[in-house]
């Protein structure tokens, strides 16, 4: 595919113009009419609803003693709202820190491996790598503790028109910014879709009136010309923004023929940003996403959550159950009246218990998913600076995966990149390597997209091997929804309840999690009510 230059000048003219702000409130409705959406037709539309329960409380006091195993977002989520209810809650959480998978690395975190490797970071002031979560959908139940908690949030730019695609196995020697993949791809699709139309191919799907409706959205979503032909334009973006006087800007030229646009493959990233899941507006606590864990354990009280304490055994005694753990050198049996468990569900099933063996193979059953992150970290924003790229996210055909840019700090004088977020056998592949071995790697890849200065500015930097993370030993979980397994764990155990983002429809998001914790405090809540 034919190199296009990524760092062209900018103009106010082209920000209003990338922007879509150029034709005014007429072209948008321009744009409304050809898809047969008037303005009058849209108060047709079904009444908006807000999509999930937001606030949560619990009615009534409870009166009993819960321990908590596991002080990830499930753990603390169940804490607080117990608390909330008057329970006496203790966490009982193996690593150093609350959070679990919700794991935010600055200067100065530490962390041994499973394979006896530790890493420390040396990332600079204000920098910072959210190396498990990053991103949150408007309607997820996370902003919702956010709110509550007092933790502030700006955008997480999640797709960017600037930001860059390469695929290496269709033969690019350079990446394309998503502006211009985009405009081909919208554009050919759409003269196909416009001449098979009009020479009568849908004849029998379409009306002349849909026929005529649909020539006209095309024209306007392709960018098509009069002849119903793809020829590119401002739409693919400028080798040089127009400037003052006369400059008109240089225009990055004609797009490359239709057959070369498909093979080479940029179309199959653009449905990412439709998922209902991944689609802008996204947001991120401001400081890193582990705000929101230390938000919960404040609210919910230090003193009520003990880390390192690694659950060895949990035994249900009929009237209560008992919990034995190891902190440090010592071995202690905590005692309550009930217990949550939201340890990993492969973690779980190792633990000794008496809950029967069934339980033990429910939670054997989930698969488990390997991701990997890493932070590289540069003395200066070179992305901004020379790539005109502010936040989003490249996105490859290397097992790199992905390159995510920083939507905080804008502008500032250091930064870090995500120069891997992979997942699956190209996790593995890294997870596989020492520290040194995995950057080396993820540098020789990444300077096929940004060249040399992406190995020769870098700082420092920080990987994540999901898989290799200590009372983890993986990234998220695939459940069995119709199995009697996951059935199973949705019903407490004796005195034993699981929570947890994998026994929700929400996997390898927070809300999940939270949702889940909810579930089960509400249950647990009736229960002491009615006992
Ligand atoms: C790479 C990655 C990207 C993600 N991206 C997003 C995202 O963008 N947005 C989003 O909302 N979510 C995202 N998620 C998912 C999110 O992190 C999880 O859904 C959520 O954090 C799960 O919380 P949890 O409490 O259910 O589980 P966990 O966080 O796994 O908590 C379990 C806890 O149990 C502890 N534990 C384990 N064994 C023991 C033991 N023996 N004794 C005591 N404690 C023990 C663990 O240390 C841990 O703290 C991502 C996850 C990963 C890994
Ligand atoms: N792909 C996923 O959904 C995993 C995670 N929730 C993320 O957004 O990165």
Redesign the pocket.
Known sequence: MTQQPISPAVSRRGFLRAVGLSGGAGAMFATMGALGLAPTAAAAAPAYRAPTPADFHLTGRGRASVVI????????ATAYELGKAGYDCTV????DI?????FTVRGGTTQTDLDGNTQKSRFGEGVYLN??????AQW?V?LDYCRELGVPIEVFTNANADALIFNESAGMTAPVRYRAAKADVFGYVSELLAKATNQGALDAALTAADKDRLTTFLRSFGSLGSTLGYTGGSRRGFASYPGAGTDEGTPLGAPPALSDVFASNVGRYFSFELGYDQAMLMFQPVGG?DQIPKALAKAVGHHRIKVG????DVTDTGSGVAVT?RQGKATRVLRADYCVA???PH?MAR?PHNLGTPVTAALSEFGVTA???IGLEYQRRWWEEDDRIYGGITETDLDLQHIWYPSYGFHGRRGLVVGY?NTGAAARTYSALPHAEREARALAQGVKIHGEKYRSELVSSWS?A?DRTR??EG??TSPRYTSPGYQLLLQPAGRVYF????LSHE???????FV?ARSVVTALHQRVLTA
Do not use: C
């Not at 009982?92 to 690593?95: D, I």
């Not at 609350?98 to 919700?102: C, E, F, P, Q, S």
């Not at 929570?499 to 994998?502: E, F, I, P, T, V």
């Open positions: 195993l596991g002080g990830g977002i499930a753990g603390l009982l959480e193996a690593r609350v959070g679990g998978r919700n190396a498990g979560p990053g991103r949150l997820m996370t996403m304490a690694e659950v060895t753990y939201t340890l990993p973690l633990i991701a990997g992150k977020y994540q999901w009372y983890l990234a998220w929570a947890g983002d994998w996997v390898a998001w927070q809300h999940g999690a889940s």
